[in-house]
């Protein structure tokens, strides 16, 4: 990507790879050390994360027993894996977005509801 000129990679990280269930009290130790490692490579050639908190890939362990967004306990979840995600790597980053293409999830949510 450097030898191509970029100097912002656009990354989402992958909520189960942190907290498998979703909703664990722990993250996965193994899990922020592959996102380490892709920071590292980041800095290592100039190049700046903009980081996304999450892409549809919702745990499906959460979607099961809450049935997707529309349970606060999945809001819950998510402020739990943002807190962790936000205390352990955060100053690894300095751009990043809670959730993509964010227009597509009000249109989801108008939709599930309508």
């Not at 498998?20 to 996102?35: C, I, Q, W």
């Amino acid at each position: 990507m450097a030898d191509m000129g970029f100097d912002v990679f656009r990354l989402s990280m992958n909520w189960s790879r942190i907290l498998p269930n979703g909703d664990d009290e722990k993250p996965n130790e193994e899990g922020l050390a592959f996102y380490d490692k892709v920071f590292d490579e980041c800095a290592k050639y100039g190049i700046q994360p903009l980081v996304t908190l999450s892409h549809y890939e919702t745990p499906l362990s959460l979607i099961t027993r809450f049935g997707g967004w529309k349970d606060r306990r999945l809001i819950d979840a998510f402020v739990h894996y943002s807190d962790i995600v936000m205390n352990t790597t955060r100053e690894r980053f300095v751009t990043g977005l809670p959730l993509t293409k964010l227009m597509r999830w009000i249109w989801l949510h108008i939709w599930a509801v309508a």
